[in-house]
């Protein structure tokens, strides 16, 4: 595991619900952060070098949980050095760094996986399936939004706010991101073209001096120390979009709307029904008719779609969340590892890439406010 934060220690929890996996080594700048995360997961081995890690022979796989500035070379040293790779989203902060990555796990004939874990509610899958089966006949318009609210204030800091850290754009590549790879993974339709408008609220930010976890901010203390930092990132975007042929869409990513904690919501239009889901009630799937009545369906494997029951593992009634997406990720890339013949059922870095497109066509868009093919 490289990386020791908010996403370091969600990746850990799930990784013990994987039977047949076993984390033995964690690397972390901050040796006695990496110490202490370890030792609650009982891992041995803490290095504050990633490197001491890729060269241990007996480690098949890494988990690469670092600011997004760090990926691309992380990965990049990963492959090389024969590992398997899981690497967070956005899998580079550029599109000729993410193809370099998938062209060198193609060449090296390694597993990759970049973590679009959202598809992995089992209600996502149902509306998968519900269009392969043509339940949805054809799509006609896609629409939702990614809200949260964990940056509203003007004293709210992560390090996903500095450009040097996270890249060109925030909430478009931090949850922006995650609804465009689910739009494209159960429309089964490429955007391919868009028109984006992007919003920084605060240039100015007061960023605490002491460390601040990801989430965390509304538990600071109003008297903190702070000190102010230039943002060009983006707080909200805004995007038109056209996916194959007809398809038309429209979405938009906020971190500053008050009272969206996490707040995924999609809806799918098509011309037999429709299917409306969101991530805060994700046991839920609204389905819409014409001249029938609507549905509310709640999560039940046994009442699924067949290639959707694998994707939960409670019975009806249990509720499965975001820990379990993971799980579901997490589990499927290493058994491609440990049979290499299966099929790969996980997003890989070949999507990664798909939505580095999508975000450099955002950041020209709305640089030249027009609209940009992907």
Same mark, same amino acid.
């Given at each position: 595991?490289?990386?020791?934060?908010?996403?370091?220690?969600?990746?850990?929890?799930?990784?013990? =619900?994987?039977?047949?996996?076993?984390?033995?080594?964690?690397?972390?700048?901050?040796?006695?952060?990496?110490?202490?995360?370890?030792?609650?997961?009982?891992?041995?081995?803490?290095?504050?070098?990633?490197?001491?890690?890729?060269?241990?022979?007996?480690?098949?796989?890494?988990?690469?949980?670092?600011?997004?500035?760090?990926?691309?070379?992380?990965? =990049?040293?990963?492959?090389l050095a024969g590992k398997h790779v899981l690497c967070?989203?956005?899998?580079?902060?550029?599109?000729?760094?993410?193809?370099?990555?998938?062209?060198?796990?193609?060449?090296?004939?390694?597993?990759?996986?970049?973590?679009?874990?959202?598809?992995?509610?089992?209600?996502?899958?149902?509306?998968?399936?519900? =269009?392969?089966?043509?339940?949805?006949?054809?799509?006609?318009?896609?629409?939702?939004?990614?809200?949260?609210?964990?940056?509203?204030?003007?004293?709210?800091?992560?390090?996903?706010?500095?450009?040097?850290?996270?890249?060109?754009?925030?909430?478009?590549?931090?949850?922006?991101?995650?609804?465009?790879?689910?739009?494209?993974?159960?429309?089964?339709?490429?955007?391919?073209?868009?028109?984006?408008?992007?919003?920084?609220?605060?240039?100015?930010?007061?960023?605490?001096?002491?460390?601040?976890?990801?989430?965390?901010?509304?538990?600071?203390?109003?008297?903190?120390?702070?000190?102010? %930092?230039?943002?060009?990132?983006?707080?909200?975007?805004?995007?038109?979009?056209?996916?194959?042929?007809?398809?038309?869409?429209?979405?938009?990513?906020?971190?500053?709307?008050?009272?969206?904690?996490?707040?995924?919501?999609?809806?799918?239009?098509?011309?037999?029904?429709?299917?409306?889901?969101?991530?805060?009630?994700?046991?839920?799937?609204? %389905?819409?008719?014409?001249?029938?009545?609507?549905?509310?369906?709640?999560?039940?494997?046994?009442?699924?779609?067949?290639?959707?029951?694998?994707?939960?593992?409670?019975?009806?009634?249990?509720?499965?969340?975001?820990?379990?997406?993971?799980?579901?990720?997490?589990? =499927?890339?290493?058994?491609?590892?440990?049979?290499?013949?299966?099929?790969?059922e996980y997003p890989q870095m070949i999507d990664g890439?798909?939505?580095?497109?999508?975000?450099?066509?955002?950041?020209?868009?709305?640089?030249?406010?027009?609209?940009?093919?992907?």
């Amino acid at each position: 595991m490289i990386g020791t934060g908010f996403m370091g220690r969600v990746h850990l929890e799930a990784l013990r =619900r994987v039977e047949f996996v076993d984390v033995v080594a964690v690397a972390g700048r901050q040796v006695e952060a990496a110490k202490k995360l370890a030792e609650g997961f009982g891992i041995d081995t803490v290095v504050d070098d990633y490197r001491l890690v890729l060269q241990d022979t007996t480690i098949d796989a890494v988990h690469i949980c670092t600011p997004n500035v760090a990926h691309y070379p992380m990965t =990049r040293d990963a492959l090389l050095a024969g590992k398997h790779v899981l690497c967070e989203k956005p899998l580079a902060i550029s599109v000729d760094e993410a193809q370099e990555l998938v062209t060198l796990a193609s060449e090296r004939n390694l597993r990759n996986c970049v973590c679009h874990n959202l598809r992995y509610y089992p209600m996502v899958q149902q509306m998968r399936r519900m =269009r392969e089966d043509g339940d949805l006949g054809q799509i006609l318009v896609v629409q939702g939004t990614y809200s949260q609210d964990w940056l509203l204030y003007e004293t709210d800091w992560n390090w996903r706010v500095d450009a040097a850290a996270s890249g060109p754009l925030r909430a478009m590549a931090d949850i922006g991101s995650h609804w465009f790879d689910m739009a494209e993974h159960v429309t089964g339709l490429h955007v391919r073209s868009l028109c984006a408008d992007l919003q920084t609220y605060y240039p100015v930010r007061k960023r605490p001096k002491q460390n601040v976890e990801t989430f965390a901010g509304k538990l600071s203390s109003a008297d903190s120390d702070f000190e102010e %930092i230039s943002v060009s990132t983006e707080d909200f975007g805004a995007v038109l979009f056209r996916m194959g042929d007809k398809t038309r869409g429209a979405m938009t990513a906020s971190q500053v709307s008050a009272g969206r904690k996490n707040c995924l919501s999609i809806e799918i239009y098509g011309t037999e029904s429709s299917v409306s889901w969101n991530q805060e009630r994700p046991d839920e799937l609204w %389905i819409g008719h014409r001249d029938t009545p609507n549905q509310i369906i709640v999560k039940d494997p046994a009442l699924l779609k067949t290639g959707a029951r694998a994707y939960a593992d409670l019975p009806g009634g249990h509720s499965e969340g975001y820990d379990d997406t993971f799980k579901q990720v997490f589990r =499927r890339f290493y058994r491609s590892i440990a049979e290499p013949q299966s099929s790969v059922e996980y997003p890989q870095m070949i999507d990664g890439l798909r939505q580095m497109n999508i975000l450099q066509a955002e950041i020209e868009s709305h640089r030249n406010r027009n609209w940009v093919d992907v």
